[in-house]
């Protein structure tokens, strides 16, 4: 009884929109009234929401209720991705993106609004340009999403918008925003792959990404190996070029760990010319892995749909409380990866 309790109380408009086949935002906006959806269809929605013990969430309704009062409710409803790629969707060939556009969109779909992606490109890089396109069309939400520079700081002045900001893009600018929680997935894989056996473990990241973390993979991987026994410890590889074959093969024979905590580097390509092989001669497991590494790889989920429905959060609490503009004293949300198991790491015999 308390399991179905506990569901009932968790059951979303995804849920609903799912035993339908239809889109959370349909769903929405039937449970809100809109003339937009037929009675017919409307019956259909509330009858699967009652079956399934749908509740809906105060603050979410408060929120509908007051964007529907000011404005053009199409355009007050959607949400601004802001992006600083080459082209539009340029960034969608990157997993890491992809995730956390996915985790935009659902929520989005939930809470009623959509997402429409403004490239800065389609607005020769002047956000004042951008910035009257979305007073125009009334949109109040923006989150600043994909950059290939993260040190580019966007000078979109901010007075009518509430504002978050995604992962590390756009980081020189002063949003609330979400983040991976970097400290805790590296020493969530470190405490693991111990557990496993493995007691030389080195990081091997780029200095771009790394930093990109706030440091936090290498200040993590520096703080958790305090308390090993100097034998255990292992110097991190942290190359400013990804093509450093030789400094790996070299840090390698240096440094001799037993198991390596990776992002992106293709080590297994570069112990493969060196002899050595997953997990056989030495263990990987993996900061965050490709779809194709994750049908085999260990390592950490790092919950990035959970990241991008948590910058949605952000955008959505402000427009509730009406906080436009730069916040004086700007959050970090910072989300929790998870283990994964997989065919990169062994048990060590006799631990």
């Known amino acids: ?28 906006r039937a449970l809100n009234g809109s003339a937009r959806i037929s009675e017919a269809r409307r019956q259909e929605i509330l009858t699967v929401a009652d079956e399934l013990g749908y509740r809906p969430n105060p603050m979410v309704s408060a929120l509908m209720k ?15 991705l802001v992006t600083d790629y080459a082209s539009a969707g340029g960034w969608k060939k990157k997993d890491v993106c992809q995730w956390e556009y996915d985790g935009l969109v659902a929520r989005a779909g939930e809470m009623g609004f959509k997402i429409e992606e403004f490239p800065l490109s389609d607005y020769d890089d002047d956000p004042l340009r951008l910035e009257k396109v979305l007073r125009v069309r009334g949109i109040r939400g923006v989150l600043l999403g994909f950059s290939r520079n993260p040190q580019r700081k966007l000078d979109l002045p901010t007075d009518h918008f509430a504002v978050a900001g995604l992962s590390a893009y756009f980081r020189r600018s002063a949003v609330d925003r979400s983040n991976f929680h970097g ?7 470190l405490d693991t792959m111990r557990r496993y056996g493995y007691k030389k473990i080195g990081l091997v990241v780029p200095e771009f990404n790394n930093r990109i973390s706030g440091y936090l993979w290498s200040g993590g991987m520096l703080d958790w190996q305090r308390r090993l026994p100097e ?44 002899g050595q092989h997953a997990p056989e001669d030495i263990g990987i497991a993996y900061l965050f892995r490709t779809k194709d590494e994750m049908d ?49 790491l062994r048990q060590i015999t006799g631990t």
């Open 66 to 80: 007051n964007r529907h009062k000011r404005s053009d409710p199409l355009e007050a409803g959607t949400i601004a």
């Open 296 to 344: 085999y790889a260990a390592g950490i989920n790092g919950n990035l749909e959970q990241v991008g429905a948590t910058a949605l959060d952000l955008v959505i609490t402000n427009l509730n409380t009406n906080q436009l503009g730069l916040p004086a004293t700007p959050k970090e949300v910072l989300v929790k990866g998870y283990w994964q198991s997989g065919h990169t």
């Open 231 to 274: 034998s255990n410890k292992c110097t991190p590889f942290i190359p400013e070029s990804d093509t450093s074959f030789d400094n790996f093969a070299y840090w390698i024979r240096t440094e001799q760990p037993d198991a390596l905590l990776v992002y992106k580097l293709p080590v297994e390509k570069w112990l493969a010319k060196i």
């Open 1 to 28: 009884m308390l399991c179905a309790k506990m569901m009932k109380e968790n059951v979303r408009m995804a849920d609903i929109a799912q035993r339908l086949g239809i889109a959370p935002s349909t769903v929405s």
């Open 183 to 189: 400290l805790y997935n590296v020493r969530l894989a």
